[in-house]
Structure formats: C-alpha cells, structure tokens
C-alpha cells in the first residue's frame, strides 16, 4: 500500500521547536523531492518548503525562511521538516507531498 504519514506535530509555545516527519511506504521516497505545504484556518494553502531528490535543492517561503530546514533520510525512506522559533501564525495542518502523494497531515499548533 502506498501511503506517506506525517507525525511530529503538536502543541508548542511560541519561540518552541517541532520536527515533522513524512515517512513513505509502498514506494521509495528518494527518486522525489519532497514538499511540503501547510493549510491554516480559512486561508489558502501554502507551500512551506521543498528538498530535492539529492538533498539539495532547497526552497524555503519567505514566512519560513530562516527558521525552517527541510531534510531527508532515504535510507529510512523519509522526510523531514525543522521547525524553529515558531510563531503563531505557522499554526496549520502541515502535509508533505512526494511524487503524486499526499500524506493525512499533522495540526500544529503555536500558541502560549
């Protein structure tokens, strides 16, 4: 079955940490970049950050730049995505996407 999951979001205080995490099965993740997009209440959805099939190749949206790294582990056949100092205004559903998948996505929340 091929599937990607998100885990890692949740409940943060802002100036916090959070490391997301798109793990694929059913197929290897490393032939693909992996992006990364986020949808927050009653907004548009956002692309957040990319990573090329070589771990390069990175892109970053200016709202994130700077405080967001995206990574990959192929070997582990999974994503990354390093989120520092958060605000609240990156609290949304993050979804990453590689090849034509979809993960379910992972709330994450920066609030005091």
């Known amino acids: 079955q091929v599937q990607l999951v998100e885990s890692g979001g949740g409940l943060v205080q802002p100036g916090g940490s959070l490391r997301l995490s798109c793990a694929a099965s059913g197929f290897s993740i490393g032939a693909y970049a992996i992006v990364w997009y986020r949808r927050a209440p009653e907004k548009e959805r956002e692309l957040v950050a990319t990573?090329?099939?070589?771990?390069?190749?990175?892109y970053y949206a200016d709202s994130v730049k700077g405080r967001f790294t995206t990574s990959r582990d192929d070997a582990r056949n999974t994503g990354f995505l390093q989120m520092n100092d958060l605000k609240p205004e990156d609290t949304a559903v993050y979804f990453c996407?590689?090849?034509?998948?979809w993960g379910q996505g992972t709330q994450v929340t920066v609030s005091s």
């Open positions: 990573v090329g099939r070589t771990g390069e190749g990175h």
């Open positions: 996407k590689a090849a034509n998948y």
